[in-house]
């Protein structure tokens, strides 16, 4: 696996293989890897003929400077885990490279971006927009891998891809959960033991809501209750959106970190 810090660099590593019109497949991640991460790199690697992974903690889509402080970073161990998980290429920038002086035009996502996590975090999806579509442009994927745990991400994406037209397949991938049913996440590290056990009322929610919904009945009331009931964290929503079909959508505050999960109901 080859270790890329410059545009021009990941363009000349991936010259050849768009000559030889072979399929390239592109992994955007912020790092920190977990068994999420490397479900998506390894779907790449099923279907596609190049692996090209991304690593960029991207300032732009944090809306909390603290967030952005503390967000883990381990590049040595992600690229281990990326080249073992059969990534070709990790395209490392830093932040100069992809918002160097001068950088001033956005991608800026409409209603799909201003709702529920865009609410919560205005700017978000722009931030998140701009970069996966520098990353399109750079990398040239044929399809690009994202995990449905970020349901509305995947959404605005897809709506990015299409109303700009560009020349790429998105692909979601699912959920990968912990044995107690807590979605894979970077942030799940903070989580102390008391706060995880508190944090487990989210994908418990996420299913009751899910059977009331097969039931006939209201799945954010249902999900709502749940986390109502449970001391210790803080509901920032819980609402039905349409994320690439039917979701149902909650983020939490578990002390200082906050948790997304989702459900499809259909
Ligand atoms: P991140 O590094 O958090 O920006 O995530 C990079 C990609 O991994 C995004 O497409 C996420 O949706 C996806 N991802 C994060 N957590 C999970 C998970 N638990 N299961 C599947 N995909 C995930």
Redesign the pocket.
């Known amino acids: 696996m080859r270790i890329v810090r410059h545009v021009d660099d990941a363009r000349e590593g991936l010259r050849d293989a768009r000559a030889g019109g072979r399929r390239i497949g592109l ?6 890897f ?1 068994a ?2 490397l ?2 790199i390894g779907a790449a690697r099923a279907s596609c003929d190049v692996v090209v992974v991304s690593l960029f903690v991207n300032p732009a889509q944090f809306t909390q400077p603290d967030d952005l402080a503390r967000y883990p970073r381990d590049e040595a161990a992600d690229a281990r885990a990326a080249e073992a998980a059969g990534a070709d290429l990790l395209f490392v920038p830093g932040a100069d490279e992809m918002y160097p002086e001068g950088f001033d035009t956005w991608v800026e996502p409409g209603e799909l971006g201003r709702l529920l996590e865009g609410e919560m975090r205005p700017g978000h999806f722009r931030g998140v927009a701009t970069v996966c579509t520098k990353l399109f442009a750079i990398v040239q994927p044929d399809v690009a ?6 349901a509305q ?1 995947v959404a605005v994406i897809r709506r990015v891809v299409a109303d700009l037209n560009l020349p790429l397949e998105i692909v979601a ?5 912990d044995a107690d049913g807590l ?4 942030r799940n590290v903070f989580l102390s033991g008391e706060q995880r056990a508190s944090a487990l009322a989210l994908p418990r929610a996420l299913e009751a809501g899910h059977a009331a919904h097969r039931a006939g009945r209201d799945p954010v009331a249902a999900a709502r209750e749940i986390l109502d009931a449970e001391p210790g964290l803080e509901v920032d929503y819980v609402a039905v959106a349409d994320f690439d079909g039917q979701t149902l959508a909650a983020a939490i505050r578990v002390g200082s970190t906050r948790l997304i999960d989702n459900a499809r109901l259909e």
Do not use: E, I, N
Request: glycine letters at 12%; hydrophobic letters at 40%; proline letters at 7%.
């Open positions: 992994v955007p991640t912020m790092g920190a977990h999420g991460h479900a998506l891998f994202f995990g449905r745990k970020d991400q991938l699912p959920t990968v959960r979605a894979l996440s970077s």
